[in-house]
């Protein structure tokens, strides 16, 4: 376990593995905190101006986990990031490692265990803002897996900015959060584009229709709280709106879509779902029910 620093010792000194654009945010942070930053990329020469402002450009990964006390992982994947840290023989003694590579929960747990049976302190996290929040009040990150390796690295970590949450013991949690707000950005881009392939089609300019699809974005905030204490509860009052009359708004859009050509398949897959509720007897219900009805199978 790593020592955190105080006012009178040098700041922890840090390693980022990875330099794509998240990466090198993560490493323009903490050289903005005043961290030692040492780098490492499989593909060299994308540090870029890191080097400029003082940080080191490490010829491998073990020599890379050599020079600092945090070693923040940050690739496309967690496959990338076994590929990389597997065959390194880097000496992790007296060193935390903070994967902030977007995952899947069970593959966080699994980086977890790999860690574990090598002895290497773990920490998973998921950053949830772009990179230009990095380093920022706006920075939002969150970490799970053991508390002690979270306070090890609480101080070092503060330099990504914004308010970091540690979630609990469980690795996979950091990653349950982050594929379940990405679940809500994927489907809401693929609305938003599809509504403007609508709209063009009917002859709307998309400048004149994002004034009114903007208020339609701007209610969502409400619904997500309310849904979220409906589902809490188990209530789904229709006094708002129902499913019944969900079925017949989704089938205006299908059936204007396929008079213009357009791909109807999230939309039809969206009607199957609130078709069953209806099916089901939900008719009257309000829609945060349709949250219940999304199991295809049974889990094993
Ligand atoms: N960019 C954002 O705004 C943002 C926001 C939130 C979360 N994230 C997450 O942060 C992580 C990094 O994202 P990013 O934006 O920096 O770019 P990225 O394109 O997701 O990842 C690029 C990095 O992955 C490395 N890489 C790819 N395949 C590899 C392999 N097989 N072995 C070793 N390294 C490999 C690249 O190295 P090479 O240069 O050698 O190809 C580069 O360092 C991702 O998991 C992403 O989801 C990004």
């Known amino acids: ?32 905190a005043g961290h030692q930053v040492t780098v490492w990329n499989r593909t060299s020469g994308k540090a870029g101006d890191l080097l400029d402002h003082g940080a080191v450009a490490a010829g491998s990964v073990q020599e890379a986990v050599r020079a600092g006390q945090v070693i923040i992982v940050c690739l496309i994947d967690y496959d990338a990031v076994q590929a990389t840290l597997e065959p390194s023989q880097a000496d992790w ?28 302190d773990y920490l998973d996290g998921a ?21 002690d390796v979270y ?5 070092t970590m503060s330099a990504v900015g914004g308010a970091a949450v540690h979630l609990g013991d469980d690795p996979g949690q950091a990653s349950a959060y982050e594929v379940a707000l990405l679940d809500i950005f994927a489907t809401s881009v693929n609305g ?16 004149r229709f994002a004034a009114f699809a903007t208020g339609i974005g701007g209610l969502l905030p409400e619904m997500i709280t309310r849904f979220a204490r ?7 009052p229709g ?3 129902t499913i019944a009359s969900a079925a017949s708004g989704i089938t205006h859009i299908i059936n204007t879509a396929t008079t213009h050509g357009i791909d109807v398949g999230m939309l039809t897959a969206a009607k199957g779902i609130i078709d069953q509720a209806v099916a089901d007897g939900y008719g009257t219900q309000g829609l945060a029910r349709l949250s ?7 889990v094993a």
Do not use: K
């Open 230 to 236: 409906q589902i809490q509860t188990g209530h789904y």
């Open 292 to 298: 219940t009805m999304l199991h295809t199978r049974a």
């Open 1 to 32: 376990m790593i020592e955190t620093s105080d006012e009178q010792t040098p700041l922890t000194p840090v390693t980022v593995l990875g330099l794509g654009p998240m990466g090198r945010a993560l490493a323009s942070a903490f050289l903005n």
């Open 192 to 207: 938003i584009v599809h509504a403007f392939a609508l709209a063009s089609a009917e002859g709307i300019e998309p400048e």
């Open 239 to 241: 006094d708002r709106s």
């Open 127 to 147: 950053i949830l803002t772009p990179t230009p929040a990095i380093g920022t009040p706006s920075a939002a990150v969150l970490f799970s897996g053991a508390h």
């Open 93 to 120: 003694e007296n060193r935390c490692l903070v994967n902030l590579t977007s995952g899947e929960p069970a593959q966080a747990r699994q980086m977890s265990e790999w860690a574990s049976s090598r002895g290497i």
């Open 151 to 155: 306070e090890a690295v609480q101080e």
